[in-house]
């Protein structure tokens, strides 16, 4: 009797430990974040949940990630992230500890979802199985938060890339028509959509009217984001403004190679996309189109031998 009764508090307990850390996991999930621009606005963040939901356990592993050894790598996550556009919001110690915590934290709770399984289902593959998936769900745990960075990064480079060319040629335009750069760039802030490529405008144009010089506000600029083709346009407009070349005619060129790299770009993706098509065509379109044309030819074949 006392066997049964202790096996009903551990089951009770269990299912209340999960039921809790289910609804901190919804919880969590529900929760906005943000970062803050260079005008005060707040754009929103998205960060994944398993991030969210070890972020306050960051802070238990301070003095580990500031020892000297992680000091080359934290610095690293650092300019990935401001890069990504999550300064702010997180930094390259915190990344760490996420680093160190996924694993874990969350590959303890991997294994024991296993393990809890094959207990439920004893001739499954999660029993036949389960130190594999252990191993794997844990590795896998270990590389997401770089692997989530890495991605990030790579979607805004793309964003940055995909709407310099227009901006460029606003600002060819207006310079053109005698408006100097920073009004140039104040009007295009204003009367565009917030996205990756707007922010570091905004920033470097908050930057100048603090006091920066031009120059020295695109070198930041061009440090900070990182994008291959914004760090070559602050490159060229920073060597415009030391040899004294007409900004109106080095926007004009910027604007004509970027629209080149932009068309260079359409093509590269055109060539590609029958390889990309090839997958999809073999694993859903053509096995249809097999049973479509030989099913009849079979069936009557069937019918011949029976």
């Given at each position: 009797m006392s066997v049964d009764w202790l096996e009903k508090a551990l089951v009770a307990a269990w299912t209340l430990a999960g039921a809790g850390l289910a609804g901190y996991i919804a919880t969590v999930a529900r929760e906005v974040t943000y970062v803050t621009l260079a005008d005060g606005r707040r754009q929103e963040r998205a960060i994944p949940a398993s991030?969210?939901?070890?972020?306050?356990?960051?802070?238990?592993?301070?003095?580990?990630?500031?020892?000297?050894?992680?000091?080359?790598?934290?610095?690293?996550?650092?300019?990935?992230?401001?890069?990504?556009?999550?300064?702010?919001?997180?930094?390259?110690?915190?990344f760490l500890a996420l680093e160190i915590l996924s694993p874990a934290v969350l590959g303890v709770l991997w294994c024991l979802s296993v393990f809890a399984l094959g207990a439920v289902f004893p001739d499954s593959y999660f029993t036949q199985s389960r130190f594999e998936l252990c191993a794997g769900g844990s590795a896998l745990l270990a590389f997401q938060p770089s692997l989530w960075l890495k991605s990030a990064l790579k979607r805004r480079y793309e964003a940055i890339a995909k709407a310099l060319p227009f901006t460029i040629d606003l600002l060819t335009l207006s310079v053109e028509a005698g408006m100097d750069f920073i009004s140039a760039l104040q009007r295009n802030c204003e009367s565009r959509k917030i996205d990756p490529l707007?922010?570091?405008?905004l920033r470097m144009?908050?930057?100048?009217?603090?006091?920066?010089?031009?120059?020295?506000?695109?070198?930041?600029?061009?440090?900070?984001?990182?994008?291959?083709?914004?760090k070559a346009f602050a490159t060229a407009l920073v060597q415009a403004d030391e040899l004294g070349v007409s900004l109106g005619s080095m926007l004009r060129i910027?604007?004509?190679?970027?629209?080149?790299?932009r068309f260079d770009r359409a093509e590269r993706k055109a060539q590609q996309a029958p390889v990309?098509?090839?997958?999809?065509?073999?694993?859903?379109?053509?096995?249809?189109?097999?049973?479509?044309?030989?099913?009849?030819?079979?069936?009557?074949?069937?019918?011949?031998?029976?």
């Amino acid at each position: 009797m006392s066997v049964d009764w202790l096996e009903k508090a551990l089951v009770a307990a269990w299912t209340l430990a999960g039921a809790g850390l289910a609804g901190y996991i919804a919880t969590v999930a529900r929760e906005v974040t943000y970062v803050t621009l260079a005008d005060g606005r707040r754009q929103e963040r998205a960060i994944p949940a398993s991030f969210k939901m070890l972020l306050p356990f960051a802070g238990n592993l301070r003095n580990l990630v500031r020892r000297p050894a992680f000091a080359r790598h934290v610095s690293d996550m650092d300019r990935m992230l401001v890069s990504a556009g999550f300064e702010g919001l997180l930094d390259g110690r915190e990344f760490l500890a996420l680093e160190i915590l996924s694993p874990a934290v969350l590959g303890v709770l991997w294994c024991l979802s296993v393990f809890a399984l094959g207990a439920v289902f004893p001739d499954s593959y999660f029993t036949q199985s389960r130190f594999e998936l252990c191993a794997g769900g844990s590795a896998l745990l270990a590389f997401q938060p770089s692997l989530w960075l890495k991605s990030a990064l790579k979607r805004r480079y793309e964003a940055i890339a995909k709407a310099l060319p227009f901006t460029i040629d606003l600002l060819t335009l207006s310079v053109e028509a005698g408006m100097d750069f920073i009004s140039a760039l104040q009007r295009n802030c204003e009367s565009r959509k917030i996205d990756p490529l707007n922010e570091e405008l905004l920033r470097m144009t908050k930057e100048i009217q603090l006091g920066l010089s031009r120059k020295e506000a695109l070198r930041q600029m061009a440090v900070r984001c990182g994008q291959p083709d914004l760090k070559a346009f602050a490159t060229a407009l920073v060597q415009a403004d030391e040899l004294g070349v007409s900004l109106g005619s080095m926007l004009r060129i910027q604007s004509v190679q970027m629209n080149e790299k932009r068309f260079d770009r359409a093509e590269r993706k055109a060539q590609q996309a029958p390889v990309k098509m090839l997958g999809p065509l073999m694993l859903c379109i053509f096995p249809a189109v097999f049973i479509v044309l030989l099913g009849p030819v079979a069936m009557q074949a069937l019918k011949g031998f029976f």
